[in-house]
C-alpha cells in the first residue's frame, strides 16, 4: 500500500520568503512522486515529477523538489514566494507494481497563503 | 496543447436524480480517471479505466458508475444522487504507466439539494 502525508495543512508566507512544503510517502516499490498545483476553480497542473533521474527535481515557476529516500521525504522548495504562489498544494505518489501500477495516491493538500 | 474538458462547471440536482457527468480527452491517452475532491481529505479515487470498456473500482467507488465506450470519453454517474455526493469531481487522464502525469480537468462542482 502507499500512502502521502503533508505536513500542514496550511502555510503563510511573506512574499520574497522561501517557500517550504513538506511531504512524506510511504511505498513498498520505488516510488514516482509528483507535485501538483491547483489555483481556484480550476484543476490540478503538474508542478514537476520524481522518475528517479536525478534526486533534485526542477519544475515551473522556480519550484523545486529533492527526493530523500532515507528520510522517505518530497519537499517542495521555492527560493522567493510571489502573490501568485497562493494556491493549494498536492503531493502525490504513483505505484509501480501491484493493485497500485499507474494510479496516483494524493496527500491532504496544503493551502500556500502569500502576504504582501 | 493537451487538454482534458469536462461537461459542465457546475451542477445543482435534487436527491434521487440521475447524473451522468462526462469527461473528454484529446490526447490519445490509455488511462482515464474520476476522482473527488473534498476539503481535507486530498483527491480521492472513484474510478479508473485503462482502456475501452475497462474500469477498476477505486477508493471510494459506493454509489457511482462509469462507462468508458469510446477511448476519449469516460463518464461518471450517479444512480440516485445523495447529499453527501456534494463535492468537487475531476476528471485526469495520462499515457499507460506509473511514471506518466496524470492530466486534469477543470473540475464539475456538484451539489445535491
Known amino acids: 500500500a502507499q500512502s502521502v502525508t503533508q505536513l500542514g495543512s496550511h502555510v503563510s508566507v511573506s512574499e520574497g520568503a522561501l517557500v517550504l512544503l513538506r511531504c512524506n510517502y510511504s511505498s513498498s516499490v520505488p516510488p514516482y512522486l509528483f507535485w501538483y498545483v491547483q489555483y481556484p476553480n480550476q484543476g490540478l497542473q503538474l508542478l514537476l515529477k520524481y522518475t528517479s533521474a536525478a534526486t533534485l527535481v526542477k519544475g515551473i515557476n522556480d519550484f523545486e523538489a529533492e527526493f530523500k529516500k532515507s528520510e522517505t521525504s518530497f519537499h517542495l522548495t521555492k527560493p522567493s514566494a510571489h502573490m501568485s504562489d497562493a494556491a493549494e498544494y498536492f503531493c502525490a505518489v504513483s505505484g509501480a507494481g501491484g493493485t497500485s501500477y499507474g494510479k496516483l495516491t494524493f496527500g491532504q493538500g496544503t493551502i500556500l497563503t502569500v502576504h504582501p | 496543447d493537451v487538454k482534458v474538458t469536462q461537461s459542465s462547471r457546475y451542477l445543482v440536482k435534487r436527491t434521487g436524480e440521475k447524473v451522468f457527468l462526462e469527461c473528454v480527452q484529446d490526447m490519445d491517452h490509455e488511462n482515464m480517471f474520476w476522482y473527488r475532491q473534498d476539503p481535507g481529505l486530498g483527491l480521492r479515487l472513484i474510478y479508473f479505466?485503462?482502456?475501452?470498456?475497462?474500469?477498476e473500482k477505486g477508493d471510494i467507488p459506493e454509489g457511482y458508475s462509469v462507462s468508458r465506450e469510446k477511448k476519449e470519453r469516460f463518464s461518471l454517474i450517479l444512480e440516485s444522487a445523495s447529499t453527501n455526493q456534494t463535492s468537487m469531481y475531476l476528471c485526469?487522464?495520462?499515457?499507460?504507466?506509473?511514471?506518466?502525469?496524470?492530466?486534469f480537468g477543470p473540475g464539475t462542482r456538484l451539489t445535491v439539494t
Open positions: 479505466s485503462y482502456d475501452v470498456k475497462m474500469k
Open positions: 485526469a487522464s495520462s499515457l499507460n504507466g506509473p511514471s506518466y502525469e496524470q492530466y
